[in-house]
């Protein structure tokens, strides 16, 4: 357990370069998004899960679908701060991630990271309430451990630092797509309409709003990481 807290060498500077890279690819791939993009629906569907527990509404449940959608019930005042900061809570939940595994990364705490993503993906087991759900978390929480228990500590490094771009890269493109499906007036539901009905501020607002926060959790992970 102590080992969890030792700093590690962080990982090299060509290593936190070219796995950034890759995610930017991987990402960008029109043939690999679609199933890597799983990852970060876990991350924005637990953000609203963690975010209503917190406000003190009761949570039902989250259900991951296989087309990347998803959605997370939860019970309380229609209205108010508590809903509005759960429903805001999935677009920036991958990115605020993101920003904090480069913490860890920087500081060469690559062991409590890998164990902190295992804990969250167990913590998110606990309220999914779909097979395919059920499905999406297993495999991402055994590819973790399976990094942590057998990978030698280069590889965990490199991983880590995969990851932890991805989550950061990963965030924007939601973002770009639901903008894109609000203009075709296909995401009536979305967050940001959702939001704009709850604040009465334009959803495009809202979408600027969570586009300044990935892109700024990007840009304040590059500097601690490859600046």
Do not use: K
Request: net charge positive; glycine share 10%; aromatic share 6%.
């Amino acid at each position: 357990m102590s080992r969890s807290f030792d700093a590690q060498p962080a990982p090299a500077h060509w290593i936190l370069v070219v796995t950034g890279v890759v995610a930017l690819l991987t990402v960008a791939s029109d043939r690999v998004w679609p199933t890597a993009r799983h990852v970060v629906t876990i991350a924005h569907e637990g953000g609203h899960a963690l975010v209503a527990v917190a406000t003190g509404r009761r949570l039902a449940g989250v259900r991951l679908h296989s087309d990347t959608s998803g959605v997370t019930v939860s019970s309380g005042r229609p209205t108010g701060p508590g809903v509005i900061l759960t429903v805001a809570a999935g677009y920036t939940t991958p990115s605020l991630l993101g920003l904090g595994a480069a913490g860890l990364l920087a500081t060469g705490r690559v062991t409590l990271l890998l164990q902190l993503l295992v804990a969250l993906l167990l913590t998110m087991l606990v309220v999914v309430r779909n097979g395919f759900g059920v499905l999406s978390v297993l495999v991402s929480t055994a590819v973790v451990l399976g990094v942590s228990w057998f990978a030698a500590d280069d590889v965990q490094a490199g991983f880590a630092a995969y990851a932890t771009w991805f989550l950061l890269v990963g965030a924007v493109r939601p973002i770009v797509e639901v903008q894109r499906q609000r203009r075709r007036r296909r995401a009536w539901d979305s967050d940001p309409d959702q939001l704009a009905r709850l604040t009465g501020l334009p959803g495009t607002f809202w979408v600027g709003a969570f586009g300044a926060v990935s892109l700024g959790c990007l840009a304040a992970a590059a500097a601690a990481l490859v600046v």
